[in-house]
T-cell receptor, first 115, second 113 residues
Framework: GAVVSQHPSRVICKSGTSVKIECRSLDFQATTMFWYRQFPKKSLMLMATSNEGSKATYEQGVEKDKFLINHASLTLSTLTVTSAHPEDSSFYIC???????????FGQGTRLTVV | QKEVEQNSGPLSVPEGAIASLNCTYSDRGSQSFFWYRQYSGKSPELIMFIYSNGDKEDGRFTAQLNKASQYVSLLIRDSQPSDSATYLCAVRAGGGSNYKLTFGKGTLLTVNP
């Protein structure tokens, strides 16, 4: 399958700071990238859909000013958690599709801990 | 509200047995169906996808789709302890802005040696 690389895999930050997570498609061009959040023993919750060159589409209840998404190229999307708080601690996962209607491959995930 | 339902389990099978994982979905417009495996603390890994009614086989895995019944399943033959994981069913409606996946909550499978 295609390779999606997510970085960093783990990050610990202080409350009030911002954290940037990168998602790269290594062997294909990703028209669409998706950002998910997963709390322990819960399923994946879609946060936003990111399309290259356009603004991200956020799911209901997700603060677009807190979770900034940039998809500047066909191989890179970034999620920035701004002014992070302990309740933002979670497992953040990106996925990417070569085309909108093809299978999505997941990055390794980023475990964010806000202290 | 588009929903994807899975039995949360845990589903426990002995090594070598067939594990059967089931999933139902509410949106009749769904066009693509995916099974992912997720080990604890890791991100999901794509196992199979199926678009057409019927069976699709890949090694020890068989996906079955019945659009009339809005039902998709995953069979794992000759189950191994390494298959122990949470299996996520995902459905995509397709078309327009609906290319996002809707996930079920997952079924925890335990394969006992």
């Amino acid at each position: 399958g295609a390779v999606v690389s997510q970085h960093p895999s783990r990050v610990i930050c202080k409350s009030g700071t911002s954290v940037k997570i990168e998602c790269r498609s290594l062997d294909f061009q990703a028209t669409t990238m998706f950002w998910y959040r997963q709390f322990p023993k819960k399923s994946l919750m879609l946060m936003a859909t990111s399309n290259e060159g356009s603004k991200a589409t956020y799911e209901q209840g997700v603060e677009k000013d807190k979770f900034l998404i940039n998809h500047a190229s066909l191989t890179l999307s970034t999620l920035t958690v701004t002014s992070a708080h302990p309740e933002d601690s979670s497992f953040y996962i990106c996925s990417a599709s070569e085309q909108m209607n093809t299978e999505a491959f997941f990055g390794q995930g980023t475990r964010l801990t806000v202290v | 509200q588009k929903e994807v339902e899975q039995n949360s389990g845990p589903l426990s099978v002995p090594e070598g047995a067939i594990a059967s994982l089931n999933c139902t979905y509410s949106d009749r417009g769904s066009q693509s169906f995916f099974w992912y495996r997720q080990y604890s603390g890791k991100s999901p890994e794509l196992i199979m996808f199926i678009y057409s009614n019927g069976d699709k086989e890949d090694g020890r895995f068989t996906a079955q789709l019945n659009k009339a019944s809005q039902y998709v399943s995953l069979l794992i033959r000759d189950s191994q302890p390494s298959d122990s994981a949470t299996y996520l069913c995902a459905v995509r409606a397709g078309g327009g802005s609906n290319y996002k996946l809707t996930f079920g909550k997952g079924t925890l499978l335990t394969v006992n040696p």
